[in-house]
């Protein structure tokens, strides 16, 4: 068996746990913005929550190709869930590839296990496309750190044990790994978002945290190193979970559209339905496929990954916009009603152009990389 | 040591103008790489070389300069 068609195989598993465990309860999860109690222990058991851990702390060391196919799937049932295993990853792939050998011993199989729930604080008020505008100071103190300053629309913020945060100090910007329970840290949930509406998010609000020197990750001026490279693990997942959403929107529309009758025949069968389904179908495949180059350059190391991921990352976070957009107005009014997943997958769709790089900073960073790739090839 | 040199310079001339750029300027001090860089020198180290860049490398002085690299990559035996 080739590698896609090994790969292509688990998704038969992923989706049959999609349909029974995680689909259900979108819904419930929308309206009561959280997710259901036993999603954390299910993802766990099946060891989804962090496959690509290695097999020394539990995880399987999954590929990213597959991993790509899992929150796809995953995605495709519910964005919230999905952004569960892309936060929850991020903690655990920031401590797997930087944390010393104590911090991986600590966290890594507990993640593993979803004994502990892990996040990843950048954003503050202040500070999100422009991660410069960071005000979060870390001021030495004996031996580690005072954290001063908040954290603001951190995903699973209400449930998260560990998170993985980036504070000014002196040295320059530097990753931590904090945890909740300690003193100097008040959580705030935040409700009312648009989208990925169970993604339990809140504000963390430090005064005076103690952290001690050996939870900084990396050293401590490479915060900055340690940032990008989770936010390219953090970008990839939201890429197929956006994927899963143009997936979810053409279910609904094939559904729909071949069992509703207008004008004498099924919706699908007028040419201007067709061709939204057509551009839909497009998309899909090709925001799939990107998301597949992605994973395997991921998987190689191959230093082209990020303009890849950031590739990936933008087709299909605007396509999902487009596609869900275009599967409410297939549905009509019914299309506007929560009657029908659609109108929740357009709100979802919306967070997926703003997190992980929104849709005008990636314009920008894409051309950039593309401008500095012509000159190198042109000798210029 | 030297093909090394050779090789980071390369890299370098991947980002930005290499041809007033001596040994052991250094790079980040003298504003010509951001941290995106840093993430991709990195990553092409690993790479190249087949080594891991672990968190006790994690030092500026071992890759502020070409000097410094170079000498990063021998030391690390590859
Ligand atoms: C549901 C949700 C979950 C989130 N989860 C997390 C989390 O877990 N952890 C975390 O750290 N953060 C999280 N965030 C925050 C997210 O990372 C930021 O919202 C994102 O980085 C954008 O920053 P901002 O909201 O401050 O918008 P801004 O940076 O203020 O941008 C506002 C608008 O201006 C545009 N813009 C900004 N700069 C430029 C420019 N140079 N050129 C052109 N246009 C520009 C942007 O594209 C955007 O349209 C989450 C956000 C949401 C909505």
Redesign the interface.
């Known amino acids: 068996m080739n590698k896609i068609n090994e790969v292509e195989a688990r998704r038969d598993e992923f989706r049959a746990f999609t349909r029974e465990f995680v689909s259900p309860y979108a819904t419930q999860h929308d309206n009561e913005e959280r997710i259901a109690d036993h999603i954390v222990p299910d993802l766990a058991k099946r060891g989804y929550l962090a496959p690509f851990i290695s097999q020394k702390w539990g995880g399987e060391g999954m590929d990213m190709i597959t991993l790509g196919m899992l929150h796809e799937e995953i995605g495709c049932g519910c964005s919230s869930v999905r952004s569960l295993l892309t936060v929850h990853g991020m903690s655990a792939f920031a401590l797997n590839r ?3 050998d104590a911090l991986k011993e600590k966290w890594l199989s507990a993640l593993v296990r979803g004994e502990k729930i892990g996040g990843f604080a950048l954003s503050e008020p202040n500070a999100g496309s422009d991660v410069s505008g960071i005000e979060m100071t870390a001021t030495v103190h004996e031996d580690g750190f005072l954290l001063n300053g908040t954290k603001k629309w951190i995903t699973f913020g209400q449930i998260g044990d560990v998170f993985i945060l980036m504070a000014k100090a002196e040295q320059g ?1 530097t990753a931590f790994v904090v945890e909740k329970d300690m003193p100097g840290l008040t959580i705030e949930p935040i409700l009312g978002m648009t989208g990925t509406r169970g993604s339990m998010l809140a504000q963390l609000n430090f005064k005076d945290y103690f952290v001690h020197q050996d939870n900084v ?3 401590p ?2 915060g ?2 340690v ?3 989770t936010l390219v693990f953090g970008r990839f997942s939201v890429a197929s979970g956006s994927v899963g959403i143009i997936q979810a929107s053409m279910d609904a529309v094939i559904e729909y559209s071949v069992r509703v009758q207008r004008f004498g025949k099924p919706l699908y069968k007028h040419q201007l339905v067709a061709q939204m389904i057509t551009k839909m179908l497009s998309d899909l495949t090709a925001s799939r496929l990107l998301c597949r180059n992605a994973g395997e350059l991921l998987d190689k ?3 082209s ?2 303009q890849a991921v950031f590739l990936a990352k933008y087709l299909a976070s605007t396509s999902a916009v487009r596609a869900a957009a275009d599967a409410v107005q297939i549905h009509g009014a019914n299309g506007c009603t929560d009657k029908y997943p659609v109108e929740r997958l357009l709100r979802d769709a919306k967070v997926m152009e703003i997190i992980e790089g929104s849709t005008q900073i990636l314009e920008e960073k894409i051309a950039d990389i593309e401008l ?2 012509y000159e ?1 090839r042109d000798g210029k | 040591m030297q093909q090394n040199k050779e090789l980071v310079r390369a890299f370098f001339g991947r980002f930005f103008e290499t041809g007033n750029l001596t040994d052991d300027l250094d790079i980040f001090k003298a504003g010509f790489v951001n941290s995106l860089f840093a993430m991709q020198l990195i990553g092409w180290i690993e790479k190249n070389f087949s080594t891991t860049v672990s968190d006790e490398d994690l030092n500026l002085a071992n890759f502020n300069s070409v000097n410094a690299i170079a000498n990063f990559i021998e030391r690390k035996g590859v």
């Open positions: 930087w944390g010393s910007f990750l990396a050293s001026a490479f900055n190193v940032m990008l490279s190391a191959d230093p990954d990020i500095q790739s190198q």
